[in-house]
């Protein structure tokens, strides 16, 4: 069974920035896309960005230029560094891998705060 770690959340000033980080254990097979998703209080969540096994990234509108996913297969990693952080930027960040067939797997999440 696939397990996510997430980790790199935390408090931060508008204008700051943190690097997301998610580790993948367990028997994977066929690996596809690997992302991150938010889900702030009282809102749907949402694909933040997400990045395929062929390097194909997709950000949301309101995060490009600003962040930037990257993965390391070999480590089973999926990161995300973002910057010029804004108050609308907190929410929980959750990581998720997507397989070629199954369900996709998902990280219990990890809080970002961006006071301003």
């Known amino acids: 069974q696939v397990q996510l770690v997430e980790s790199g959340g935390g408090l931060v000033q508008a204008g700051g920035s943190l690097r997301l980080s998610c580790a993948a254990s367990?028997?994977?097979?066929?690996?596809?896309?690997m992302g991150w998703y938010r889900q702030a209080p009282g809102k749907q969540r949402e694909l933040v960005a997400s990045?395929?096994?062929?390097?194909?990234?997709v950000y949301a509108d309101s995060v490009k230029g600003r962040f930037t996913i990257s993965r390391d297969d070999a480590k089973k990693t999926v990161a995300l560094q973002m910057n010029s952080l804004k108050p609308e930027d907190t929410a929980v960040y959750l990581c998720?891998?997507?397989?070629?067939?199954?369900?996709?797997?998902w990280g219990h999440g990890t809080q970002v705060t961006v006071s301003s």
């Open positions: 998720m891998v997507a397989y070629h067939y199954g369900p996709p797997t």
């Open positions: 367990g028997t994977i097979f066929s690996i596809n896309a």
């Open positions: 990045v395929t096994s062929d390097g194909a990234t």
